[in-house]
């Protein structure tokens, strides 16, 4: 097989999972928003993800978007924008337990530049009595709204959610973010960190900031939960911080930090995902919810097939 | 010196300390900003900051410099710091000064609180009873005191609740005469009455004195009386008789040069003095034991709390740590718990868990809650009920105490069971405020000494 041949197959093979899971999905579905896959803009090269190396925040986002087709294709004229970042734990950047704060004000930064009406950061700590703490000690507050974004804390306000149904196998009726359903586009913008009970917290888990009830997920099944959230209402992009993270005492941490050196941009949150936690040292189908996702076929999990563009 | 020269000033500077307290008390918030710290070093003017102190750490502060500085000065001239920089005094002062300017006259005292005479020799026994409960174990004694009052009050206030409290005090002023909660209630004023007597400046009447008695009717204390010629122990420096004195007015002097002693509100040692010592004895030993921890009470107390019998005696109940709380995590015991807990504050970990900040450590004022390093602290320890955890029981993958445990405390077997570290644990209640078993698998339980060696 030469190479030509190669990414033939595999463009062929993704096309038809892509198909397969077009299918699976039942048209009769009850979901208030239709989980739409959402579709590369034109322009943009068709890669699973892109990777970016560095640990410049900024020159890593630049570079990023550049490498998918510009900021443009995704930011239009007036949309608001709802970056879903991880600062769930107290802890300051250093601490690497949390999205690079730099980083998400330099995206907020550029989605504005792009033309962006809003643009609101949102996340559910995890210490729902003092959101604050987060804000704080993260330092997210003060450079978003330097940069003219808006930072929401969701903890204890119900307000901020609206009751959805999903078809997912445990996932059926649960109250999600209104920010996120409203949003024109929505980016998630996870750490690769180590997380105690799920093993890992990258793009999926990182959804879980999203919804009113967290305790349902660990009551019934977490990771089962956590893949049919994921789709449920899946990332028009997912970029995730891989400039350094925790490697043990997730998610809380402090804990001993890896640097990585690079972030990783997609479409396709399964593979990025799954890309993540190769770096980590761990098999995708080692953590839970990835390896239903890739069941469940929301994306590409094995490691041979992703189709990685190296910036 | 003429006080007359104060006339705008003895009205401005109390007020000043009032709306500054206020100011400092709103401050008490995550993040603490730097001026919350003031607050801490205001307080320390209070003698009987400094009493609890000796009393209960056997030795002198380092800050003690700032009570004998008010004490000193009190034994120069006299309640200077009640008349001029306690901020439940700056309430009162504007209390007397609007109700001169409604009035349009300048008549302080009331018709309604002639009957106040008779409590004068009650007051030191009233003294000794306050002292003898808060030698024996009773933070509530601080309580009374300005700075401690005035800060519960004032949080209560800003949480929509009626400062039952600062209305009594008002009003108390209203009926009877403007500052008759710092000549009969406050243990701090009583205190500086007392030393008072020993000041080597009183402010004397004129030698050309007609004892017209206008000094008396706008007196706030009472201390001021044309049948004497010195002010009593009482006096504030105000400066209001100088101000009102048709003579050639009122003046501090040197009190030796005229060998009266100054008037004191009854002298000890007389048969009804010593009964009405002994009755107040006899009352603080009988009220003592309600005021004291009830048996086998041990509410999870902020970190570095101090052992319950300790921590009851000196907290004050100002509620300074409950304001500064980040999680709020800190409430006040309600008024159900007793009147020994009623006010101190608990942490409820359902409700809310503590953060590990050490604010509340930060902004007390007594030494209840003491500087103690996290790893020293014990608010409590985690214990599981495998009977109820949904890891033990039902084999789940939950760990929500392990996500939510800030000191990695809560480790997890090869099954997803978790299992306290007893070593790590602080026992902020994290995982008992995550836990997602009604009535939860996870409790923190109190321990008696609430540190570790």
């Known amino acids: ?311 | 010196m003429k006080l007359s020269t104060f006339r705008y000033w003895r009205t401005f500077v109390p007020a000043c300390m009032l709306v500054a307290t206020i100011f400092l008390v709103v401050r008490q918030t995550y993040p603490l900003p730097p001026e919350s710290q003031l607050l801490l070093w205001y307080s320390r003017l209070d003698p009987l900051l400094l009493l609890s102190f000796l009393r209960w750490e056997g030795q002198f502060p380092t800050w003690g410099m700032l009570p004998l500085a008010t004490i000193i000065i009190t034994v120069l001239v006299g309640r200077i710091f009640c008349g001029w920089l306690c901020p439940v005094g700056g309430l009162l002062t504007l209390q007397h000064s609007m109700k001169v300017s409604v009035q349009q006259q300048s008549n302080s005292r009331n018709n309604l609180g002639n009957w106040t005479k008779h409590l004068y020799p009650y007051r030191y026994p009233w003294l000794l009873f306050l002292l003898v409960l808060m030698m024996f174990g009773s933070g509530w004694v601080m309580y009374l005191s300005p700075f401690h009052l005035l800060t519960e009050e004032v949080s209560r206030v800003l949480q929509l609740k009626i400062p039952w409290i600062l209305l009594l005090i008002i009003a108390l002023g209203m009926m009877t005469f403007p500052r008759f909660w710092c000549v009969f209630i406050c243990p701090s004023g009583l205190i500086l009455s007392l030393l008072s007597r020993l000041r080597m400046f009183v402010v004397k009447a004129p030698k050309d004195c007609r004892f017209c008695g206008r000094c008396q009717q706008v007196c706030p204390t009472g201390a001021a009386s044309p049948k004497t010629s010195i002010a009593s122990s009482d006096c504030l420096l105000c400066g209001r008789c100088s101000q009102q004195c048709p003579a050639s007015s009122v003046a501090v002097t040197w009190r030796f040069q005229d060998k009266k002693k100054p008037m004191g509100t009854g002298t000890f040692f007389t048969r009804g003095e010593m009964i009405r010592m002994g009755s107040a004895l006899a009352l603080a030993i009988a009220t003592l034991p309600s005021l004291l921890r009830p048996a086998q009470a041990n509410p999870l107390r902020p970190p570095g709390a101090l052992e319950e019998d300790e921590f009851l005696a000196r907290c004050s109940r100002c509620g300074r740590c409950i304001k500064a709380c980040p999680s709020q995590c800190l409430t006040g015991m309600p008024f159900s718990s007793g009147p020994a807990l009623f006010l101190t504050p608990v942490i409820i970990p359902r409700e809310a868990r503590c953060e590990l900040t050490q604010d509340c450590q930060k902004v007390c004022p007594t030494g209840a809650i003491s500087h103690l390093p996290i790893e020293k602290a014990l608010i409590g320890l985690a214990t599981i009920d495998h009977s109820r955890c949904i890891g033990w029981a039902e084999g789940k993958l939950c760990l929500i105490c392990q996500e939510q445990c800030p000191q990695q405390a809560i480790n997890a077997d090869s099954q997803d069971r978790p299992s306290v570290i007893t070593d790590n644990c602080v026992g902020c209640g994290a995982c008992e405020n995550g836990c997602p078993v009604e009535g939860p698998a996870i409790v923190i339980q109190p321990q008696p000494w609430r540190r570790r060696p």
Not at chain 1, 10 to 36: E, F, H, N, R
Not at chain 1, 76 to 88: C, D, E, G, L, Q
Not at chain 1, 139 to 153: P, Y
């Open chain 1, 1 to 311: 097989m030469d190479r030509r041949e190669f990414l033939k197959t595999a463009a062929l093979s993704g096309l038809s999972l892509a198909v397969l899971g077009c299918t699976k999905a039942p048209s009769d579905s009850s979901a208030i928003v239709p989980s739409t896959t959402p579709v590369a803009p034109p322009g943009a090269p068709n890669f699973d993800l892109t990777v970016v190396q560095g640990t410049d925040p900024e020159g890593l986002l630049n570079r990023g978007f550049k490498a998918i087709g510009g900021i443009d294709n995704y930011v239009r004229k007036n949309a608001t924008v709802v970056i879903k970042p991880n600062f769930s734990v107290p802890r300051t950047p250093e601490e690497a337990a949390t999205t690079n704060t730099a980083m998400v004000a330099a995206l907020v930064k550029m989605c504005l530049g792009a033309g962006a009406k809003e643009v609101k950061v949102v996340d559910q700590p995890l210490n729902s009595s003092s959101p604050v703490l987060c804000l704080e000690r993260t330092g997210i507050k003060s450079a978003v709204e330097a940069v003219g974004g808006k930072v929401i804390t969701y903890n204890g306000v119900k307000d901020y959610f609206r009751p959805v149904t999903h078809n997912g196998k445990i996932l059926k009726n649960f109250d999600f973010s209104n920010d996120v359903l409203d949003a024109d586009l929505f980016i998630n913008f996870p750490i690769l960190k180590h997380h105690g009970g799920a093993k890992l917290t990258l793009g999926m888990k990182n959804l879980m900031g999203l919804i009113w009830d967290r305790r349902f997920f660990h009551t019934s099944d977490l990771h089962q939960c956590i893949a049919d959230l994921a789709a449920f209402k899946k990332p028009h992009l997912t970029i995730m911080d891989a400039i350094r993270g925790i490697t043990a005492n997730g998610p809380t941490g402090p804990g001993p930090i890896r640097e990585y050196g690079q972030i990783v941009l997609g479409t396709d949150q399964v593979a990025i995902d799954a890309y993540a936690a190769s770096l980590f040292g761990m098999r995708p189908e080692e953590v839970g919810y990835i390896r239903i996702a890739g069941e469940m076929g929301l994306g590409q999990i094995q490691w041979e097939k992703l189709r990685i563009q190296k910036v």
